[in-house]
């Protein structure tokens, strides 16, 4: 029987079919029961002047996965003032999740080698089982840039767990692209999300 919870968090600005295709792979790879979808308000490390608010983007990844069984979508980010970090969200998760629970965050192949940059990392990765979703072929490398602030079984950890999902050429980057020049996004994001990017007038040029 399927058990556990995946967190993926992420701007989500807009959510779109490449992100629910790796949520689809983390939940049958995984087994979790649970996949919950994190907006953030504000990361810390991505600071985009075309991010629409946070009401809107927590509208439109609810809209995406509605009638996803075993799928959620959390505010508890756009609830918080301040930056994003993503060891309070986990800390907050942790408290509510039995503890012989498997309790996973999900990150992509190009966040991996950033992870050294994120608050108290060391006690993030203590925490929660780091699964790193990548494309087929991508090579996590050495990881040399990790190994000042973690411990050496810390890295052996993130370099095992590896999660291949099939490969999507999408970008968040390129359907706000498509918006701004006025062409359509038909089949990069779900149906409502197009809908709801179409009436609320998001991405567009001003």
């Not at 970090?85 to 629970?101: C, G, H, M, S, W």
């Amino acid at each position: 029987m399927a058990s556990g919870v995946a967190l993926f968090g992420g701007s989500f600005n807009p959510i779109h079919h490449g992100h629910l295709i790796i949520a689809r792979a983390v939940v049958e790879e995984l087994g979790v029961e649970r996949l919950v979808l994190v907006p953030s308000a504000c990361p810390p490390h991505k600071q985009d002047h075309v991010l629409a608010s946070a009401a809107d983007r927590l509208a439109m990844a609810r809209l995406a996965v509605e009638e996803e069984s075993g799928f959620e979508v959390s505010d508890v980010e756009l609830l918080r003032a301040g930056p994003s970090y993503t060891i309070l969200t986990v800390e907050a998760f942790r408290r509510e999740i039995p503890a012989d629970q498997a309790f996973y965050w999900i990150i992509g192949g190009d966040t991996l080698p950033e992870l050294h940059t994120w608050y108290r990392v060391r006690e993030l990765v203590d925490l929660c089982r780091i699964v790193t979703a990548v494309r087929p072929g991508f090579d996590v490398g050495d990881l040399s840039s990790l190994r000042p602030c973690l411990s050496a079984e810390q890295v052996a950890r993130l370099q095992a767990d590896v999660l291949t999902t099939p490969e999507i050429d999408i970008s968040a980057t390129e359907v706000r692209r498509r918006v701004a020049k006025g062409l359509s996004i038909r089949y990069l994001v779900p149906e409502k999300v197009c809908i709801y990017i179409e009436q609320h007038g998001l991405y567009r040029r001003h």
